[in-house]
């Protein structure tokens, strides 16, 4: 399970990015009638005289004026509008014909030969199908970003945050453009480092037909909160990023749609570059703006509103209050109250909302109350506007809630999402203590919601969480871990868990960075969230097949068969018809003691509609191991 928050003194760490592949799939993702190739792509891959690929890429990006935008690259900016594009570059190939070439080879290669694991390219069973060796032609620069040799790949993160690391609280660098093909700088940010490694990892063990995968990270130079013309900002910057690197994939991270809208990954997806948006909760919608090219990891709206409103009907409505803390409550009746972002936040958020309540309402849920929180922190990643994230904390807002649903007589509070640091608080100041069932969004699901202003007494085995996020506890025999051992044989087989509240007070303490264990597993954790992301990509590349496209790699990704959970750490996963792969989730609760979520059966998953019976504490022992890491 990812434990996040994205300012000062943040640890990020894991939600695994997957892809689910199964050995019958080599055929279907690789053989020509499955794998339309494009064009050679005229100015802009290698093949095309346009792109000096020994030229170093790297350094400050410069703002991109509007007259550069139309002389240069001859692009304008379009609609918001739903199948409103931004037309590419001349020659900039969308769209691949379907034929394949014939005549003589453009480009072959034979591939070492790699060591496969239990029909996966790797021992994690997200990984794509084996295969071991490739010899033929890879039909060299097949679409922008792809050349002979190699594949491009973007990836965004946040300019000026901290993300833990070595020293503690480095914060990233801004509105750079790194390639990791360069040699590393002496101050290079952990962030970087670990990139760094997994470009190494994944280009020794997926088979990439004669290609290896060329990494550049894009430092963004506005924080995600700031307020102003974001949407042009971004969309210059995903210019820059177009004519400077030439991609063939993006990955945002974290996801920064706040107050965009997505312009970054949109103007990436118009031009063509397959972009992957692996950290936050999307729409169908959303995903569909631009058709095959927009990619995200986690359920969508539609089908995490399944996952938590089933467990909620099947292990809530009807059974009575198990969890509750306040004195002579627990064995009464149930009654609900919905708790949720107000539209200041994501609008996926809404319509999450929306979902939740038609389907309670069609199970007969006991709702009594409802209440709409400005939140103060992020939601799924996506960072709160200026103007709520820079106000003194609304305590006041989230008391009064509390305080309305104590005199409705709510005993079960539905938190459905975004990090707010006051409704413990609120809670305490209106000594109210309910059952809470958190709808885990990769926020809602992590430390910083539940220890805020120690008010965590409130959630000590009060509350649980349905989330979608894969459980990670200790690092060692995670594939993650793993991944970075292989890389970086010094770090240490089994580094100690530390418990958030042990790490809060190590960081206060420290000065210039914090000792072994601490740093290890900070870094260790930030590696664990990176390679889930890089995991999703690089397997996509792999799928595409040797005459790479961006319609063979989505060929490639629907083609996927659907895969059970075979562990806690590894999601069901499979695209289908659909953008989107994870389909089931896990239940967890806090234990305020360990300063943890503890995983109920170990992290076992569920899809919706099929969870265990009985009440939400029938599957607690008690002594489950914690699944979140420290952050």
């Not at 509103?305 to 198990?322: F, M, N, R, T």
């Not at 290890?520 to 397997?539: E, H, K, N, P």
């Amino acid at each position: 399970m990812r434990i996040a928050g994205r300012s000062a003194g943040r640890v990020v760490t894991v939600a695994v990015t997957v892809l689910v592949a199964l050995g019958s799939l080599v055929g279907a993702a690789t053989a020509g009638a499955h794998t339309p190739e494009a064009e050679s792509v005229g100015g802009l891959g290698s093949g095309g005289g346009g792109l000096d690929y020994g030229k170093d890429q790297a350094g400050r990006l410069q703002p991109l004026s509007p007259d550069f935008i139309a002389q240069s690259l001859g692009l304008t900016f379009g609609s918001s509008a739903p199948g409103a594009g931004i037309p590419g570059p001349a020659g900039f190939s969308t769209s691949a014909p379907g034929s394949i070439a014939t005549g003589p080879p453009i480009n072959p290669v034979s591939t070492p030969v790699l060591q496969c694991v239990n029909g996966h390219q790797t021992e994690d069973p997200l990984s794509p199908p084996c295969i071991s060796q490739f010899t033929g032609d890879n039909g060299g620069a097949t679409y922008s970003g792809v050349s002979r040799d190699e594949v491009r790949v973007l990836i965004r993160i946040t300019g000026a945050i901290s993300d833990g690391g070595t020293p503690l609280n480095t914060f990233t660098p801004t509105e750079s453009l790194v390639d990791l093909d360069r040699p590393a700088s002496a101050n290079e940010h952990v962030v970087v480092t670990k990139l760094r490694e997994l470009q190494r990892y994944f280009n020794h063990h997926f088979q990439l037909y004669g290609r290896r995968i060329h990494v550049f990270v894009y430092f963004d130079g506005r924080p995600y909160s700031s307020e102003g013309d974001l949407p042009r900002h971004n969309r210059e910057a995903a210019l820059a990023n177009l004519w400077s690197v030439r991609p063939f994939a993006a990955i945002e991270w974290p996801p920064l749609e706040s107050d965009d809208g997505g312009a970054f990954a949109d103007t990436l997806a118009r031009a063509g570059v397959m972009t992957f948006l692996p950290d936050a909760l999307q729409t169908l919608n959303r995903l569909r703006r631009v058709p095959e090219r927009l990619w995200g990891y986690l359920p969508t709206t539609q089908q995490m509103a399944d996952l938590y409103s089933s467990y909620v009907c099947q292990k809530v409505v009807g059974e009575p209050v198990a969890m509750n803390g306040d004195a002579g409550e627990n064995g009464n009746s149930r009654r609900l109250a919905l708790l949720s972002p107000d539209n200041t936040r994501p609008p996926q958020y809404a319509e999450l909302t929306q979902l939740v309540r038609e389907r309670l309402s069609a199970c007969g849920a006991p709702v009594v109350a409802e209440a709409h929180l400005t939140p103060t922190g992020e939601c799924g990643g996506i960072g709160a506007p200026a103007s709520v994230a820079t106000e003194a904390p609304n305590t006041a807002q989230a008391a009064a809630i509390m305080q309305r649903f104590r005199d409705a007589r709510v005993t079960t509070v539905l938190w459905l999402g975004c990090n707010d640091s006051n409704i413990g608080p609120g809670a305490l100041a209106a000594n109210y203590r309910p059952e809470w069932v958190l709808l885990g969004d990769g926020l809602a699901d992590n430390t910083f919601t539940v220890v805020a202003d120690r008010s965590d007494v409130v959630f000590d085995h009060h509350a649980v969480v349905v989330t979608p996020m894969a459980a990670l506890g200790r690092l060692a025999g995670s594939h993650c871990y793993d991944a970075q051992r292989e890389v970086d044989p010094s770090l240490p087989a089994d580094p100690e868990y530390v418990p958030r509240r042990v790490l809060a007070t190590a960081a206060d303490a420290s000065v210039g960075g914090m000792p072994p264990p601490f740093n290890t597993a900070l870094d260790a954790y930030l590696g664990c969230y990176l390679y889930s992301d890089l995991l999703q990509t690089v397997g996509a590349v792999q799928l595409g097949g040797p005459r790479l496209t961006a319609d063979s790699v989505a060929a490639g990704l629907h083609a996927l068969s659907y895969l059970n959970s075979p562990d806690p750490q590894t999601p069901s996963c499979f695209y289908g018809d659909g953008n989107s792969c994870v389909r089931d989730a896990t239940v967890a609760y806090w234990d305020s003691g360990m300063a943890c979520f503890r995983l109920v059966e170990g992290g076992r998953r569920y899809l919706a509609g099929a969870w265990p019976s009985g009440n939400v504490n029938a599957q607690i022992r008690g002594d489950e191991p914690c699944g979140d890491p420290p952050g």
